[in-house]
């Protein structure tokens, strides 16, 4: 088992904020006991939502299947508690809509669909039959993109996969999800991988830690070495957005995904540790995605802990679970303050794409007065993806969308590095996603 330790090897842009993780990061996953009620949207993922095929009225136990794929890039939801099925409605989203959701009342019995259980000869499965078992357990990547792994685990014979990639980056500030899932979960997350290894055959299989989690280096490799996996384990150097696919990439191969591309069009495919733990889970245990890892912290939570939480429980409910608010808390995120979502309800449920809720005080926020760009460069610098945002940012405000587009808007991967640094203070990542929204609008149309 080769340990490496890439010291220089890295990507252009990135910045370094304060990595708050010592709140959580010592702390083992907390295993939070099931609600009296869950709201399941019926989209949690990238693609075509999911077909209720449930009714109100209906008796479900965890782990029934809620909806039927929309398409092959959708995957179906699953109840997370046992009880009936009180309503079928739009209910508010942590992404900022409505979405159709399923909502069930417990019966406090917590009985499992008795489907779920170990499969003895899951060896036996073809990796089609791999995949479908992958798609109809709901998998979508856990790292927070929520993007339907049947589909990214089969790319195109035109396109082979040389290089597998196992995400525990977890650079965001502030989250420690997937450090704890590796420190207490690397045997099934090793297994997982193993199992998607068998579907792609790629020539190389990396795992990649950013060095300061040196315990899950170790942790990983010692439980590769037991599964008897092929592969490295390297330790990179801490730099925001070193977990982001085509920056850990270019950091651990030298290639660079083209402008437009994807990680198959230079051979590699990259999984989130999370993912994995999912995909071992699915394939021999039969389970579908009924839960996950999520972190609970900021400095405006009284107790900031890292638990395990059915999918569809509300902030509010987790957030009790770990004190409440302070005094003083101003700002509620789904995910970390680089990235994350703002709340403007804590009637939200967690999704599979939610890796923490991160609660700020108001010494924590960072309130600025938008002031005139003066032509520093930091944006320029700092963005990872080689844009220029400030150029854009004026692009769009003046709804210049195409021209915004030969700029490279639909590049951005909205990393918040940009507004980050600019002394100014303007709303660089809101201007890239309304950007983006904008020019994929128009793309849609002339199609």
Same mark, same amino acid.
């Given at each position: 088992?080769?340990?490496?330790?890439?010291?220089?090897?890295?990507?252009?842009?990135?910045?370094?904020?304060?990595?708050?993780?010592?709140?959580?990061?010592?702390?083992?996953?907390?295993?939070?006991?099931?609600? =009296?009620?869950?709201?399941?949207?019926?989209?949690?993922?990238?693609?075509?939502?999911?077909?209720?095929?449930?009714?109100?009225?209906?008796?479900?136990?965890?782990?029934?299947?809620?909806?039927?794929?929309?398409?092959?890039?959708?995957?179906?939801?699953? !109840?997370?508690?046992?009880?009936?099925?009180? !309503?079928?409605?739009?209910?508010?989203?942590?992404?900022?809509?409505?979405?159709?959701?399923?909502?069930?009342?417990?019966?406090? /019995?917590?009985?499992?669909?008795?489907?779920?259980?170990?499969?003895?000869?899951?060896? /036996?499965?073809? =990796?089609?039959?791999?995949?479908?078992?992958?798609?109809? !357990?709901?998998? =979508?990547?856990?790292?927070?993109?929520?993007?339907?792994?049947?589909?990214?685990?089969?790319?195109?014979?035109?396109?082979?996969?040389?290089?597998?990639?196992?995400?525990?980056?977890? +650079? *965001?500030?502030?989250?420690?999800? %997937?450090?704890?899932?590796?420190?207490?979960?690397?045997?099934?997350?090793?297994?997982?991988?193993?199992?998607?290894?068998?579907?792609?055959?790629?020539?190389?299989?990396?795992? =990649?830690?950013?060095?300061?989690?040196?315990?899950?280096?170790?942790?990983?490799?010692?439980?590769?070495?037991?599964?008897?996996?092929?592969?490295?384990?390297?330790?990179?150097?801490?730099?925001?957005? /070193?977990?982001?696919?085509?920056?850990?990439?270019?950091?651990?191969?030298?290639?660079?995904?083209?402008?437009?591309?994807?990680?198959?069009?230079?051979? +590699?495919?990259?999984?989130?540790?999370?993912?994995?733990?999912?995909?071992?889970?699915?394939?021999?245990?039969?389970?579908?995605?009924? %839960?996950?890892?999520?972190?609970?912290?900021?400095?405006?939570?009284?107790?900031?802990?890292?638990?395990?939480?059915?999918?569809?429980?509300?902030?509010?409910?987790?957030?009790?679970?770990?004190?409440?608010?302070?005094?003083?808390?101003?700002?509620?995120?789904?995910?970390?303050?680089?990235?994350?979502?703002?709340?403007?309800?804590?009637?939200?449920?967690?999704?599979?794409?939610?890796?923490?809720?991160?609660?700020?005080?108001?010494?924590?926020?960072?309130?600025?007065? *938008?002031?005139?760009?003066?032509?520093?460069?930091?944006?320029?610098?700092? +963005?990872?993806?080689?844009?220029?945002?400030?150029?854009?940012?004026?692009?769009?405000?003046?709804?210049?969308?195409?021209?915004? /587009?030969?700029?490279?808007?639909?590049? +951005?991967?909205?990393?918040?590095?940009?507004?980050?640094?600019?002394?100014?203070?303007?709303?660089?990542?809101?201007?890239?996603?309304?950007?983006?929204?904008?020019?994929?609008?128009?793309?849609?149309? !002339?199609?």
């Amino acid at each position: 088992m080769e340990l490496r330790l890439f010291a220089r090897r890295s990507f252009r842009g990135g910045v370094h904020p304060p990595e708050n993780k010592s709140l959580t990061e010592h702390k083992p996953i907390e295993i939070l006991p099931p609600p =009296a009620m869950v709201v399941i949207p019926v989209q949690q993922h990238i693609g075509a939502p999911g077909k209720p095929i449930v009714q109100v009225g209906d008796t479900v136990r965890v782990g029934d299947r809620l909806t039927e794929p929309g398409g092959y890039v959708s995957v179906p939801v699953h !109840a997370s508690i046992s009880g009936t099925v009180k !309503a079928i409605e739009p209910r508010p989203h942590p992404l900022g809509t409505s979405v159709l959701s399923i909502v069930i009342e417990g019966d406090g /019995q917590d009985q499992w669909s008795p489907e779920v259980q170990e499969d003895p000869n899951w060896q /036996q499965l073809t =990796a089609e039959e791999i995949r479908d078992r992958i798609q109809m !357990a709901g998998l =979508a990547g856990m790292g927070g993109a929520a993007f339907p792994t049947h589909v990214k685990l089969s790319p195109p014979p035109n396109k082979p996969i040389d290089t597998f990639i196992l995400n525990g980056a977890e +650079c *965001e500030p502030y989250l420690t999800a %997937d450090h704890r899932l590796m420190l207490e979960y690397s045997e099934e997350i090793v297994r997982g991988m193993a199992i998607m290894l068998r579907i792609l055959r790629p020539k190389r299989a990396i795992i =990649a830690i950013e060095d300061n989690k040196m315990d899950a280096v170790r942790v990983m490799r010692e439980a590769a070495g037991k599964e008897g996996l092929n592969c490295e384990v390297v330790a990179l150097p801490v730099k925001y957005p /070193q977990g982001a696919e085509k920056q850990l990439i270019k950091a651990l191969t030298g290639r660079e995904v083209p402008r437009g591309g994807l990680p198959m069009d230079v051979g +590699c495919l990259v999984q989130n540790v999370g993912t994995a733990r999912a995909v071992y889970h699915a394939v021999q245990k039969r389970r579908p995605v009924v %839960d996950r890892v999520v972190t609970v912290t900021g400095r405006g939570v009284a107790e900031p802990k890292n638990v395990l939480v059915r999918i569809g429980s509300s902030f509010a409910y987790v957030l009790e679970h770990c004190g409440g608010l302070r005094d003083g808390a101003a700002r509620v995120l789904m995910g970390g303050p680089m990235m994350g979502i703002a709340q403007f309800t804590l009637d939200v449920p967690v999704v599979k794409g939610t890796s923490g809720i991160v609660v700020l005080s108001q010494e924590e926020v960072r309130e600025r007065r *938008e002031a005139a760009c003066i032509r520093c460069g930091r944006c320029v610098d700092a +963005c990872p993806m080689g844009l220029m945002p400030t150029a854009i940012y004026h692009l769009v405000k003046h709804k210049r969308f195409d021209e915004a /587009q030969e700029y490279g808007v639909l590049d +951005c991967i909205e990393c918040g590095s940009c507004a980050y640094v600019c002394p100014a203070g303007l709303p660089l990542v809101h201007a890239m996603k309304f950007g983006k929204l904008e020019v994929s609008k128009r793309m849609r149309a !002339a199609s």
